[in-house]
């Protein structure tokens, strides 16, 4: 019995370490946590209620992924992204997600399309209702679902990096603007195009939506950052 509360006790250390990174990459995202500064872990924890060892695990496999790097006796810098950086992160997903879309809107059935709709619809409801943290997972899971249909999990977890290493910076002020709104209604034209089976015209609507993310990312760098609803602590 000792032996399956000890393996009960590392399976919930397990889910506090991920529900913080979630929390942390949500902070990112949002850009609670800035560019080239340092946060400490026990910093960190405080905010989010928590102790430190979680943060400190978290924070390894952010630095694993490239998001953060750790400080010697002072804890971890979040990593900054050139504008050359999200240029390369765009072309590759470009040369990626265009493509695919195009063979998964010839090989894809009505009901696997349709069964998208209600993650863009919520897409749009989160951006028009100014719920930042929850428009950035919905759009996470729609274009990583999306191209789940071409049946390459390689592929999945490529294009998956290259979004977790170029969202650093903070959408508030975009929010703020409606200028996210655009963005999010591109998500219905898409999966229309694809159920209309027009292959080209949806490449063509994916290859303009990476250029309108391109140019948000850009605008996001020099908008004013505000605090996200429920703050940091808000992905626990």
């Keep these: 019995m000792g032996d399956l509360k000890q393996h009960s006790l590392i399976k919930a250390q397990e889910r506090l370490r991920d529900q913080v990174g979630h929390a942390l ?3 990112l995202i949002a850009g609670e946590l800035r560019p080239g500064r340092v946060y400490s872990a026990p910093g960190l924890a405080g905010e989010l ?11 390894l496999d952010l630095a694993r992924e490239g998001l953060v ?12 992204v050139s504008e050359r950086d999200l240029d390369q992160y765009t072309e590759l997903r470009t040369m990626i997600e265009v493509p695919t879309i195009g063979r ?5 059935t009505v009901e696997q399309l349709e069964a998208l709709r ?6 749009v409801t989160s951006a028009r209702g100014h719920d930042l943290i929850g428009y950035l997972e919905a759009d996470r899971r729609f274009h990583l679902s999306l191209l789940a249909l071409a049946g390459n999990d390689r592929l999945v977890e490529t294009v ?3 979004r977790k290493r170029s969202r650093l910076y903070g959408l ?3 929010d703020e603007a409606g200028k996210l709104v655009s963005s999010a209604e591109e998500h219905l034209e ?5 159920l209309g089976g027009d292959a080209e015209a949806a490449e063509a609507c994916m290859l303009r939506h990476l250029g309108h993310v391109r140019s948000l990312w850009a605008q996001g760098r020099d908008e004013p950052v505000g605090r996200t609803q429920g703050g940091l602590g808000s992905g626990l």
């Design 25 to 27: 990459r949500a902070a």
């Design 49 to 59: 209620g928590v102790s430190a060892t979680p943060v400190r695990e978290a924070m």
């Design 69 to 80: 790097e750790p400080v010697r006796n002072k804890g971890f810098r979040i990593t900054e």
């Design 104 to 108: 998964v809107t010839k090989m894809a």
């Design 118 to 123: 209600p993650i863009a619809e919520e897409i």
């Design 160 to 162: 998956g990096d290259l």
């Design 172 to 174: 508030t002020g975009l």
């Design 190 to 194: 898409l999966l229309d195009l694809m």
